[in-house]
């Protein structure tokens, strides 16, 4: 166990609909990534938080948007949904920014768009 | 643009071979860092390690090493010993910061160890 929770586990949804994924990191992790793992596209960086602070975005895409709360829980919205956006989405946290953090995954969600 | 390759889609081998998992990276960046990630059939990511661009020094942990050659823009992942437990897709990546700037996985490298 991680220590990394991710909710819910499985999502399906329809087209045109929105979710939003819900991580919460490690006890004391100040950082937190979102991951998008398709058959499509492969393993994609989404978008990074750092105690509250968006620092690194990656291929995110308009309809998506994330933040990370006060109490350092994050979550990631997915609007507009599309037939292309079912994949595996993998939350991360990490202690701090310095090179020599360990990253912690969590479970994943699998969201199904049918 | 950045880029990785991991030109090696499947690896067999059996139990105890020592095996290379070869990754190759392309940036224009003089400051970066590289990434090995482990996804078991379970399909969970497992975070292997972190290497910035000054450091060359070679790491190694337990059964598991890593080779870093700026020279050759390679950062080559060894598994010493190979064990079934080891079965899994490994994924290279490489980002422009800390941060996660640009950063950009491989496509994985699927590795069967067999009994």
């Known amino acids: 166990d991680s220590g990394v929770t991710q909710t819910p586990k499985h999502l399906i949804t329809a087209t045109g609909q929105r979710v939003t994924l819900r991580c919460s990191p490690r006890?004391?992790?100040?950082?937190v990534y979102w991951y998008q793992q398709s058959l499509d596209q492969g393993l994609q960086f989404l978008i990074q938080?750092?105690?509250?602070?968006?620092?690194a975005k990656g291929n995110i895409l308009e309809r998506f948007s994330a933040q990370q709360f006060p109490d350092l829980h994050s979550e990631l919205n997915l609007s507009s949904l599309e037939l292309g956006d079912s994949a595996l989405y993998f939350c991360?946290?990490?202690?701090?920014?310095?090179?020599?953090?360990?990253?912690?995954f969590g479970p994943g969600t699998r969201l199904t768009v049918l | 643009a950045q880029k990785v390759t991991q030109a090696q889609t499947e690896i067999s081998v059996v139990e105890k071979e020592d095996v290379t998992l070869d990754c190759v990276y392309e940036?224009?960046?003089?400051?970066?860092?590289l990434f090995w990630y482990k996804q078991p059939p379970s399909g969970e990511l497992v975070f292997l390690i972190r290497?910035?661009?000054?450091?060359?020094q070679n790491e190694i942990s337990g059964r598991y090493s890593w080779n870093f050659q700026k020279s050759t823009s390679s950062f080559n992942f060894t598994i010493t010993a190979s064990q079934v437990v080891d079965s899994a897709v490994y994924f290279c990546?490489?980002?422009?910061?800390?941060?996660?700037?640009?950063?950009?996985f491989g496509p994985g490298t699927r590795l069967s160890v067999l009994p």
């Open positions: 991360a946290s990490s202690l701090d920014l310095l090179s020599t953090d360990t990253q912690y």
């Open positions: 006890s004391g992790d100040l950082s």
């Open positions: 938080y750092y105690n509250g602070e968006e620092r």
């Open positions: 940036t224009r960046d003089t400051t970066y860092y």
């Open positions: 290497r910035n661009s000054f450091d060359e």
């Open positions: 990546a490489l980002s422009e910061d800390n941060y996660g700037q640009n950063f950009v």
